[in-house]
């Protein structure tokens, strides 16, 4: 099998102001809580179909309290 990448949504909390602008762009992954603070709705893993709106939603906070980073997933013959 071949090795492939994953994109892997993180939240700083502490960064969160609650504009809510990702939950907007990708109600996929993204909920808030009673504060208006961001939740993952979804699994942090971003499906290949969702990854556009998910990075616009990324690019979109303007307390850049979200990030992607990309894991590589180097198991084989599973």
């Not at 090795?3 to 990708?26: E, F, K, P, T, W």
Request: aromatic fraction near 6%.
């Amino acid at each position: 099998m071949a090795n492939s990448s994953q994109l892997r949504i993180v939240i700083d909390s502490h960064r969160c102001q609650g504009h809510n602008r990702c939950c907007s762009i990708a109600p996929d992954y993204f909920a808030s809580d009673e504060f208006g603070n961001v939740l993952l709705k979804a699994e942090e893993i971003v499906e290949f179909s969702h990854e556009s709106k998910v990075r616009l939603a990324v690019a979109n906070c303007p307390e850049h309290a979200l990030k992607l980073i990309e894991q590589n997933d180097n198991r084989e013959g599973q």
